[in-house]
């Protein structure tokens, strides 16, 4: 299983919200690129950036995002915001892939074709879900789709990779959502990302049994809750 430390990224810093609610916002630093190094050096597997002023649709983090791309040497994802295609097409050359969420409910034509043109290595899908609803715009608009119906639909299409998140449950600390989880991972061909939630190393042991493809840290990774190096020793 793969330890993967987010570093959500909000008016050029390092910030966490509360269940995705951005005026519930902690920040824990002014430089990301720093961060990211950190991460690495402690371990990391891989990392997973999130531009949250273009999820909200209020501004754009990507030449910070591109500048830890250049200077990082582990894996790293991008999520957030991520609608366009020509910003997306940008993005993948210089990432590992890409999370793709609202335009992969909205906009199935660009995904196939995006999925033809890079493979489906390249893109993760982010299944963010309300109670098993997904949820879609920064976890702003109920879709009415159920997440295993619509992690199904996505199979068919060639995908594997998914990041799964229960928006209740992120940035709380008060553990991972393991009903769903275990019904995502139980889906064949699945690669399922676990996020939101964590609290410590037992929440992670609790993901591993699961059959995680990988793990999110992060406020309990910013909190010192807990480290990657111990994340590293259980997986």
């Known amino acids: 299983m793969k330890v993967i430390p987010a570093i959500d990224l909000m008016s050029g810093q390092v910030v966490r919200l509360y269940k995705g609610d951005p005026k519930l916002k902690t920040v824990y630093s002014n430089d990301p690129v720093e961060i990211a190094k950190k991460w690495e050096a402690d371990g990391a597997d ?4 999130v531009d949250l002023d273009a999820t909200l649709g209020i501004g754009s983090n990507v030449e910070i995002i591109k500048k830890i791309l250049s200077e990082l040497s582990i894996p790293v994802e991008v999520a957030g915001g991520l609608r366009d295609e020509s910003l997306i ?6 990432s590992n892939r890409v999370v793709l969420g609202t335009l ?3 906009n199935k034509d660009l995904l196939k074709k995006l999925l033809l043109t890079f493979g489906s290595e390249k893109i993760v899908i982010s299944v963010d879900h309300m109670d098993g609803e997904i949820v879609i ?5 109920k879709t009415g789709v159920k997440l ?5 639909e996505f199979l068919e299409m060639g995908f594997t990779e998914f990041l799964l998140t229960n928006v209740s449950k992120d940035g709380t600390m008060q553990g991972p959502d393991l009903e769903y989880l275990e019904q995502a991972c139980n889906l064949k061909n699945t690669n399922i990302i676990a996020s939101g939630g964590i609290s410590n190393i037992d929440d992670v042991i609790d993901v591993k049994e699961k059959n995680a493809f990988g793990v999110i840290l992060g406020k309990a990774l910013y909190e010192n809750k807990i480290s990657i190096e111990e994340a590293k020793k259980i997986v």
Do not use: C, E, R, T
């Not at 891989?46 to 950036?49: E, I, N, P």
């Not at 097409?89 to 210089?94: L, R």
């Not at 715009?137 to 608009?141: I, L, P, R, V």
């Open 46 to 49: 891989m990392l997973h950036l």
């Open 137 to 141: 715009h920064g976890w702003q608009d």
């Open 104 to 106: 992969a409910f909205k």
């Open 148 to 152: 295993i119906d619509s992690i199904n």
């Open 89 to 94: 097409s940008d993005i993948i050359k210089i």
